[in-house]
């Protein structure tokens, strides 16, 4: 039973340090799938045209459908390549910013948490366990001596071991 609430107690702090992670990771998958699905049914007008060289491509690329461009993300269709240069038809990403930025807030805001830690705190972390009473244990110079005669005494007799006859 300790096992199985340890286990529990641990999978609710894990879920907590790393839950705004899932989060993160989840809700970019659906944005960008959302994305590559509405890019396939608009219309031309609705895109924005860039031209880049090859290396400036290289640089801004993302993965295969997205580019950072001067700090926005953008989803693009299939590159064009001519003569050298990129031509993208693109669309800004206005809600995977939107995330991005969120979780660079959160990141921030515990970077500029320049309050220290109370001394409390600290205290009950380092603690090995918690006892409900204040113990205090002395130790005594005192040797211990063994009571000779009846630990001899127990070792020289003989308790015979009653047990049922052997069955046939």
Do not use: W
Not at 5 to 17: D, K, Y
Not at 26 to 39: A, H, K, T
Not at 62 to 78: L, P, Q, R, T
Not at 136 to 149: K, P, W
Request: with cysteine; proline share 5%.
């Amino acid at each position: 039973m300790k096992k199985i609430t340890s286990i529990i107690v641990l999978l609710v702090l894990l879920t907590h340090l790393i839950g705004f992670y899932v989060y993160f990771v989840v809700r970019q998958g659906q944005i960008r799938q959302e994305m590559r699905e509405s890019i396939g049914s608009l219309p031309d007008e609705e895109f924005e045209t860039f031209v880049f060289t090859l290396e400036e491509y290289q640089k801004i690329k993302v993965d295969g459908f997205e580019v950072k461009i001067d700090g926005k993300m953008y989803d693009h269709s299939a590159p064009k390549f001519e003569k050298g240069k990129v031509i993208l038809f693109a669309r800004h990403d206005k809600d995977e910013d939107d995330l991005i930025s969120f979780i660079t807030n959160i990141i921030n805001s515990a970077d500029e948490d320049k309050k220290p830690v109370p001394s409390q705190l600290l205290s009950f972390f380092s603690l090995t366990f918690l006892s409900p009473y204040q113990l205090t244990f002395t130790v005594s110079q005192d040797e211990i001596q063994l009571f000779d005669c009846y630990y001899s005494n127990l070792l020289t007799q003989y308790f015979p071991v009653e047990s049922p006859p052997p069955r046939l």
